[in-house]
């Protein structure tokens, strides 16, 4: 997995897709999560940046414009640009039976290699 990067597939599981976490993003979760005066630990990454969330996955409905089928038997598709989110099934990323969460500067680490302070 690369540094603030999330991977999955689409529908059809043919297209790996990569979402950026940009640094406004990551500014935003960071400023978040300064103000959660009611935990009193924090986790930290092995790079020693402070924990700001999980890295969570939200299925969406991209809408399709319309379609070709290819020599090969695929579709290319052209799609409407508007994606319906469907945010009750949000879930947290795990990778090889770990969750997967975020540091201040929107690296991506493993529940194993944090540590928590306080």
Known sequence: MG???R???DTAG???LVIRVNDTD???LAATAEKEPSIPSWLHAPNGKRIVASSD???GNAFIASATRNPDGTFEIEWEGET???WDGQY???HRGQRVFIDEDGNQWLEKKLALAS
Do not use: D, F, I, Y
Request: aromatic letters at 0%; charged letters at 20%.
């Open 14 to 16: 043919t297209h790996p």
């Open 3 to 5: 540094a603030g990067s």
């Open 57 to 59: 996955l939200v299925p």
């Open 7 to 9: 991977r999955g597939r």
């Open 84 to 86: 319906k989110m469907c």
């Open 26 to 28: 990551t500014a935003a």
């Open 92 to 94: 947290t990323e795990t």
